[in-house]
């Protein structure tokens, strides 16, 4: 798997590979406990843009590493943009692609909160345009008992076993050498979106570090792989 997190491939490259399929990982920058980089949900959504590209021939695009993070604004160091700037740019790039003859777009997300990607793809869907949004709740649902995770995603929900076991996986080096020490559990966070992540959690990890291995991270990743292949079949033959 390559360590780059933005494509190298060259216009005639492209243009021999002559992909009718984009993915445009959407990420974010924001707080990941103590022992995770900010960038975590950005290297996530690339690295499994990465893992389909070596699968499928589709154009990887450059992420979008600054979404909507609004729920972590308490800690020092979260960037977010707006869901309408995001919505912006998401179509902009979309717009731009079918200029240059590349109908269907994939948004490969690696941060829950931007709640907006999905109201794109809905938007973009009942126009009749070929966009998907991957990967669901059922995709990481399926990725996490493929990958043997512990937890579900309420008590698994950030900088917990999922997420540290993919970059133990791909991207060993950007994991803090303490990250076994870092659980916490916030499963009561019904109020959320009003006062932020920081009214449930004093560390911002909510989920157990302490379990992951790159051995779920790899196993969870090949499964996502292969579930995108229903994504290609969708774009396909899309509902009116």
């Known amino acids: ?36 980089p900010l960038a975590t949900d950005t290297v996530i959504a690339v690295t499994v843009a990465n893992a389909i590209g070596a699968a499928y021939p589709v154009l ?5 590493a600054i979404s909507c993070s609004h729920e972590h604004a308490a800690w020092r160091g979260t960037v977010s943009i707006s869901a309408a700037t ?35 793809v809905q938007e973009a869907s009942a126009r009749g345009e070929h966009m998907a949004l991957f990967p669901t709740e059922v995709d990481w649902l399926s990725a996490r008992a493929a990958g043997g995770v512990e937890l579900g995603p309420d008590s698994d929900m ?14 060993p080096g950007l994991v803090r050498a303490d990250y076994a020490d870092h659980d916490e559990l916030a499963d009561e966070r019904n109020r959320m979106l009003t006062r932020g992540l920081a009214a449930y959690t004093a ?6 570090p302490s379990l992951a291995s790159a051995a779920k991270g790899s196993a969870a990743l090949a499964n996502l792989v292969e579930s995108f292949g229903d994504v290609l079949a969708a774009l396909a033959s899309p509902s009116r």
Do not use: C, W
């Not at 990887?60 to 979008?64: R, S």
């Not at 950030?158 to 076991?165: D, K, N, V, Y």
């Not at 560390?203 to 157990?208: D, T």
């Open 60 to 64: 990887a695009l450059p992420p979008v």
């Open 1 to 36: 798997m390559t360590d780059y997190l933005l494509p190298t491939t060259t216009a005639t490259e492209e243009r021999e590979r002559d992909a009718d399929v984009a993915l445009l990982p959407v990420g974010s920058f924001e707080q990941h406990g103590d022992f995770l």
């Open 203 to 208: 560390s911002g990890v909510v989920g157990r």
């Open 158 to 171: 950030h900088a917990g076993e999922l997420e540290t076991s993919l970059l133990l996986h791909a991207h």
């Open 86 to 120: 995001l919505y912006a740019v998401v179509t902009d790039v979309a717009e731009s692609l079918r200029r240059s003859g590349i109908e269907k777009l994939v948004l490969v997300s690696g941060h829950g909160g931007n709640y907006v990607l999905g109201n794109v």
